[in-house]
């Protein structure tokens, strides 16, 4: 039974951090690209960042690109997303997502992923 299960979010004042973990198990992870994405109240869901099945490439939309990290580590089937100086915006359910065989990293859609979690809440208050 394939699984993603996201953690870590919370709710977080303007200009602090939070790590966001994604646990996967049920499917071959190393070989799968993963993205995190978010969706705000009312907003349809947008790609944030991605990396591809080695970690050996990142890749970030503009508005969190030098804020956000993404990082995986393929030994403990775990995807992180490291937030940095969070912003009122940035407020959303974010969930982690697969993706087979993306050799290198890129934006993604979410009509292309394979497997999703069900996400964790993230709140930045002003």
């Known amino acids: 039974q394939v699984q993603l299960v996201e953690s870590g979010g919370g709710l977080v004042q303007a200009g602090g951090s939070l790590r966001l973990s994604c646990a996967a198990s049920?499917?071959?992870?190393?070989?799968?690209?993963m993205g995190w994405f978010r969706q705000a109240l009312g907003k349809e869901r947008e790609f944030v960042a991605s990396i591809s099945r080695s970690g050996g490439s990142t890749y970030y939309t503009d508005s969190v690109n030098g804020r956000f990290t993404i990082s995986r580590d393929n030994a403990k089937n775990m995807v992180y997303l490291q937030m940095n100086s969070l912003k009122p915006e940035d407020t959303a359910a974010y969930s982690c997502a697969a993706r087979l065989e993306m050799g290198i990293a890129t934006h993604l859609t979410p009509g292309r992923m394979d497997y999703w979690g069900e996400g964790t809440l993230v709140t930045v208050s002003s």
């Open positions: 049920g499917f071959t992870f190393p070989n799968y690209g």
